[in-house]
């Protein structure tokens, strides 16, 4: 089961920043806790988006806005 929910995090976090806004928070949350990246602070979805698509790539410093 876990493996599955890894595999759909992975595939979430890789959508187009449009199709990311139409989340849940509770899911931009659950995308974020999986890339290990702090978005203490982050509140709206814009904010959360925005710490996705910065943290995706893996070479930007894990951190909030």
Same mark, same amino acid.
């Given at each position: 089961?876990?493996?599955?929910?890894?595999?759909?995090?992975?595939? !979430?976090?890789?959508?187009?920043? %449009?199709?990311?806004?139409?989340?849940?928070? =509770?899911? $931009?949350?659950?995308? !974020?806790?999986?890339?290990?990246? %702090?978005?203490?602070?982050?509140?709206?979805? =814009?904010? $959360?988006?925005?710490?996705?698509?910065?943290?995706?790539?893996?070479?930007?410093?894990?951190?909030?806005?």
């Amino acid at each position: 089961m876990q493996a599955g929910a890894a595999t759909n995090l992975e595939q !979430l976090k890789n959508l187009e920043p %449009d199709v990311l806004l139409t989340l849940r928070i =509770k899911q $931009l949350k659950d995308v !974020l806790g999986y890339m290990s990246v %702090d978005f203490t602070g982050a509140v709206e979805k =814009k904010e $959360l988006v925005a710490l996705i698509v910065r943290n995706r790539d893996g070479s930007a410093p894990k951190t909030q806005l």
